[in-house]
């Protein structure tokens, strides 16, 4: 299993701030993964955050606003910039392990921008 | 058509009662499957994982029609604390490998 820590679990931003999400893991891992979940939806994919490169941001969502670091191999963070209302979610971060597939996720971080 | 179609519901399940909800899948190449449950304001965790035909553990069965592409998850003797979302996600998806969602079914036991 992986063990993630995510911080912080919640937040309220004013609108045109920006906000940065950390995840931690317990283990290395290769892939990252950042997903929104807006409320009352399923989780939509932001990104993949790959070590020693650029995130791969899918279709939708790109680096000016969601920016990603990924500096090392047990740790990302997310960045959503220039807030408005309409980015009040929660954000997860994710990690699979290779030998079986298993997504595991952090605790997650409900953000509200007013 | 998307690569993952679930029926959101919500549906009314009897407490006690048996009960069955499918998830279709385009991705033909999709090799393994997984069955993750969301409760509310928590994070997704993996319920059961799918290679062949099927899988059981308990009061869950999970089974795989991979000529019709589909998987279905069978609750039986439902609980109150069955009410949950779940989530099916065929691996590995189109654009790669990455863990992409359907919108999830949303079962709603009650006495």
């Known amino acids: 299993s992986a063990v993630i820590s995510q911080k912080p679990s919640r937040d309220i931003c004013q609108r045109g701030t920006s906000l940065t999400i950390q995840c931690q893991v317990d283990?290395?891992?290769?892939?990252m993964f950042w997903y929104r979940q807006q409320p009352g939806q399923s989780l939509t994919l932001i990104a993949t955050?790959?070590?020693?490169?650029?995130?791969?941001?899918e279709s939708g969502f790109v680096i000016d606003k969601f920016p990603i670091s990924r500096p090392n191999l047990t740790f990302s963070t997310l960045t959503v910039s220039n807030m408005s209302p309409e980015d009040s979610s929660i954000y997860l971060c994710?990690?699979?392990?290779?030998?079986?597939?298993?997504?595991?996720f952090g605790q997650g971080t409900r953000l509200t921008v007013v | 058509r998307k690569e993952v179609e679930q029926d959101p519901g919500p549906f009314n399940v009897p407490e006690g009662a048996t009960v069955a909800f499918n998830c279709t899948y385009s991705?033909?190449?999709?090799?393994?499957f997984f069955w993750y449950r969301q409760d509310c304001r928590k994070e997704p965790k993996l319920l059961m994982s799918?290679?062949?035909s099927g899988n059981e553990d308990g009061r869950f069965t999970a089974q795989l029609n991979r000529a019709s592409q589909y998987i279905s998850l069978l609750i039986r003797d439902s609980k109150l604390s069955d009410s949950a979302t779940y989530l099916c996600?065929?691996?590995?998806?189109?654009?790669?490998?990455?863990?992409?969602f359907g919108a999830g079914t949303r079962p709603f036991v009650k006495a």
């Open positions: 994710s990690v699979d392990k290779p030998e079986n597939t298993e997504a595991f």
């Open positions: 283990s290395q891992v290769t892939m």
């Open positions: 955050a790959n070590q020693g490169s650029e995130a791969t941001y």
């Open positions: 991705n033909s190449a999709s090799q393994s």
């Open positions: 799918v290679y062949s």
């Open positions: 996600v065929p691996y590995p998806h189109t654009g790669g490998f990455k863990t992409i």
